[in-house]
Antibody, heavy 119, light 107 residues
Framework: EVQLVESGGGLVQPGRSLRLSCAAS????????MQWVRQAPGKGLEWVSG????????GYADSVKGRFTISRDNAKNSLYLQMNSLRAEDTALYYC????????????WGQGILVTVSS | EIVLTQSPDFQSVTPKEKVTITCRAS??????LHWYQQKPDQSPKLLIK???QSISGVPSRFSGSGSGTDFTLTINSLEAEDAAAYYC?????????FGQGTKLEIK
């Protein structure tokens, strides 16, 4: 059974940092590109960042470029999102998702982890 | 950035009705358009990939069509369990983008 389990969220003050993790199981992790997508309370979906199978391709939304860093450890079947200089508008439920191709669909999503940026 | 515009934003429908949701891209994206369903308090679920390709386990009443800039998600014979938000998503070029969503309410 495919599982994507996010962790590392919580309440953080503006300007501080947080690192999200996504533990993958039930599929061959290094065969898939991975994505982070967020959803602010009561709002729609926003793609945040993506990374290809071997980390050769990486992309970011303009809203997080220069502040967030995506990475993966294929040996540990894990995906990460380092979030620095957090802002109130980064408050959201963060999902990790897998995609068969770098320019492909997101075929399975985790349950999400809440990040709240507030003083 | 490619902007995806869905219509309608909200629709109230009765069971067994046929529903059509459209997604228009600000520039041509070929067939790299995917549809997701998100029920309340759940994570999104892939419904249709590459505009019209079906997904294993998804009921056959869900279908997709279109290419270029205009795409459609059709739900034939709506069921009560289809109450959800529906999103289109383009993976043609970075940054990937989503439509604003269409909320379906079942009367």
């Amino acid at each position: 059974e495919v599982q994507l389990v996010e962790s590392g969220g919580g309440l953080v003050q503006p300007g501080r940092s947080l690192r999200l993790s996504c533990a993958a199981s039930g599929f061959t992790f290094h065969d898939y590109a991975m994505q982070w997508v967020r959803q602010a309370p009561g709002k729609g979906l926003e793609w945040v960042s993506g990374i290809s199978r071997n980390s050769g391709n990486i992309g970011y939304a303009d809203s997080v470029k220069g502040r967030f860093t995506i990475s993966r450890d294929n040996a540990k079947n894990s995906l990460y999102l380092q979030m620095n200089s957090l802002r109130a508008e980064d408050t959201a439920l963060y999902y990790c998702a897998k995609s068969p191709l770098w320019f492909g669909e997101f075929d399975y999503w985790g349950q999400g982890i809440l990040v709240t940026v507030s003083s | 950035e490619i902007v995806l515009t869905q219509s309608p934003d909200f629709q109230s429908v009765t069971p067994k009705e046929k529903v059509t949701i459209t997604c228009r891209a600000s520039q041509s994206i070929g067939s790299t358009l995917h549809w997701y369903q998100q029920k309340p308090d759940q994570s999104p679920k892939l419904l249709i990939k590459y505009a019209s390709q079906s997904i294993s386990g998804v009921p056959s009443r869900f279908s997709g069509s279109g290419s270029g800039t205009d795409f459609t998600l059709t739900i034939n014979s709506l069921e009560a369990e289809d109450a959800a938000a529906y999103y289109c998503h383009q993976s043609s070029r970075l940054p990937y983008t989503f439509g604003q969503g269409t909320k379906l309410e079942i009367k």
